[in-house]
């Protein structure tokens, strides 16, 4: 089926530092979201985008984190200064338009020292 | 308040057992979908399932949208089915999807 790729599969930063992750959507969606999951805890939705705008982002996206998707390239978490608890699972995902399938990727660990 | 339930929390089950997991929503929703969590993280699509039931293999998902549940029939479980299965659900007028905090299966042999 359709894959989202994402990378890199493990990323370990120093605190204070930037780091940006990359996703690969699939290639007709236009709808692109990331998600956080804490070690043992739920799935939490951070931001979602179209159209080349954020049109939803929760709590979590504080303001240390954007987004942006230049030229229909990759679709990218930037987080800048990173925190300690900005450690997690990061998912990207798409789809083709609202209220469809949403197809995920396996997650970028972003360890954070 | 948490918009999604799952239930249950946990269950661990003999192999070739079977198990129903269930997923209620308290607002009206436009979509949802069932996912399995590998112990390693990753997550895999099972069903994309607004309304009625679908199958696939052992597995069969059904979704009542005038009651907000659906749920997650496992036949015959095997020991791979181990991990935490997900639903998440795209409200009316949503724009992404809000996930349960799943139900983290064992199946023993």
């Known amino acids: 089926g359709p894959k989202v790729l994402q990378i890199p599969s493990h990323q370990i930063i120093d605190m204070g530092q930037m780091v940006t992750l990359n996703c690969d959507p699939v290639s007709n969606h236009l709808y692109f979201y990331w998600y956080k999951q804490i070690l043992g805890q739920q799935m939490e939705f951070l931001v979602n985008?179209?159209?080349?705008?954020?049109?939803?982002k929760s709590k979590l996206f504080k303001d240390q984190f954007s987004v942006e998707r230049p030229d229909g390239s990759y679709f990218t978490l930037k987080i800048q200064p990173t925190a300690l608890e900005d450690s997690a699972v990061y998912f990207c995902?798409?789809?083709?338009?609202?209220?469809?399938?949403?197809?995920f990727g396996k997650g970028t660990r972003l360890t954070v020292v | 308040g948490q918009q999604v339930q799952q239930s249950p929390a946990s269950l661990v089950l003999q192999e070739g057992e079977n198990a129903e997991l269930q997923c209620n929503f308290s607002?009206?929703?436009?979509?949802m979908q069932w996912f399995y969590q590998r112990p390693g993280g990753s997550l895999v699509s099972l069903f994309y399932n607004p309304s009625g039931t679908k199958q696939s293999g052992r597995l069969t998902s059904t979704t009542v949208i005038k009651e907000r549940r659906s749920s997650l029939h496992i036949s015959s479980s095997q020991t791979t089915d181990s991990g935490t299965y997900l639903c998440a659900m795209e409200r009316n007028s949503g724009t992404y999807q809000r996930f349960g905090t799943g139900t983290k299966l064992q199946v023993v042999p």
């Open positions: 607002t009206s929703l436009n979509s």
């Open positions: 985008f179209y159209n080349g705008k954020v049109m939803e």
């Open positions: 995902a798409s789809s083709f338009s609202a209220n469809t399938e949403v197809f």
